[in-house]
């Protein structure tokens, strides 16, 4: 068993501080962009385990906990709302395009995540660990593909639905701690991705005040899911850090491959079959900006590691 180690919360500076607001920004983006991984990028600005304990402790430990959280809490709104008003018109026009850029980031920062099992030794349980959380964003995006039957309504709902949205809620709030899980894709495996982004209108909720119901429901359970789900895997560290990772790094690279096999993505390969866009234009761009995202990203995790050492010496 690892040694379970204090954590200190406070930011040393205020670029510590702005790595937790652009932390917060890019949790926020992964709420609309499937494959994202707010919490791929806690690790690579070594921010994960502070995030875990600030989550799992807001309760017992409010106000030290919320000071950590609040630059987070700043660029998670700011990524949110980016990602509805920009991004999500960005992948509407150049699906393909967009989404690699994405997934070149991904591809760049993934060195940063297998960082933690570098020279690690390799045991079965360890390799099942890795292929189960390879297979995880890679079966979602599969069966938010082919399986699921099209977009559910959010009217004239049931009281077993308002259950199915504290559920929905609480498994949204792992994915936002589980590095390799993606909200958007989750959501679309169900099928209401579409519908709750459709309805976040003054219109819609002045017709349907129902739904307003259905976001308290999500929120409830979003809330109870990032408390509880944080201190679960902060059990699981300090009971096996480095094996816990190798199914992390599986999560991690199973979210870049679950990015090219979603439902947006997927009806962009439909129009390149029916001769709609411009195939060898669309699919130049998007590979050009995988590998600008790749190595924009993967210099970035270079900076992070030099930058991780020399705190190391001091």
């Not at 600005?45 to 000071?67: E, H, Q, R, T």
């Not at 409830?220 to 992390?248: C, H, Y």
């Not at 590979?287 to 600008?292: C, Q, S, T, V």
Request: net charge positive; glycine share 10%; aromatic share 14%.
């Amino acid at each position: 068993m690892e040694e379970k180690k204090e954590i200190d919360l406070k930011y040393k500076d205020k670029k510590e501080t702005l790595m937790g607001t652009v932390l917060g920004f890019f949790i926020g983006l992964a709420i609309i962009v499937p494959g994202i991984s707010g919490s791929t990028m806690a690790i690579i600005f070594k921010l994960y385990d502070k995030l875990l304990y600030a989550i799992g402790n807001l309760i017992n430990k409010f106000k030290y906990s919320f000071l950590f959280l609040l630059p987070i809490l700043v660029g998670a709104i700011l990524g949110f709302s980016l990602g509805f008003f920009g991004i999500q018109f960005l992948l509407d026009l150049l699906p393909f395009a967009i989404m690699a850029f994405f997934a070149g980031l991904m591809i760049g920062a993934f060195p940063a995540v297998t960082d933690e099992i570098r020279k690690e030794k390799l045991t079965l349980k360890r390799i099942l660990l890795f292929l189960l959380g390879l297979s995880i964003p890679i079966v979602i995006g599969i069966t938010s593909t082919f399986v699921q039957g099209g977009n559910n309504s959010l009217e004239n709902l049931k009281f077993y639905h308002y259950i199915l949205f504290l559920f929905l809620g609480y498994v949204v709030a792992i994915t936002q701690v589980v590095p390799g899980l993606s909200a958007t894709a989750l959501l679309m495996a169900f099928g209401y991705f579409v519908p709750i982004m459709e309805s976040v209108k003054l219109s819609y909720i002045q017709n349907n005040p129902s739904v307003l119901l259905v976001y308290a429901c999500l929120v409830i359970g979003f809330i109870i899911g990032l408390i509880s789900f944080s201190k679960i895997l902060t059990l699981i560290f300090n009971k096996g850090r480095k094996t816990a990772f190798f199914m992390i790094v599986g999560l991690s690279l199973g979210s870049i491959v679950s990015m090219f096999f979603n439902p947006d993505i997927y009806k962009t390969y439909l129009s390149w079959a029916n001769g709609d866009v411009l195939f060898g234009l669309d699919l130049g761009l998007g590979i050009g900006l995988l590998i600008i995202g790749a190595i924009i990203a993967y210099l970035f995790v270079k900076y992070e590691r030099n930058h991780f050492i020399e705190l190391e010496k001091e």
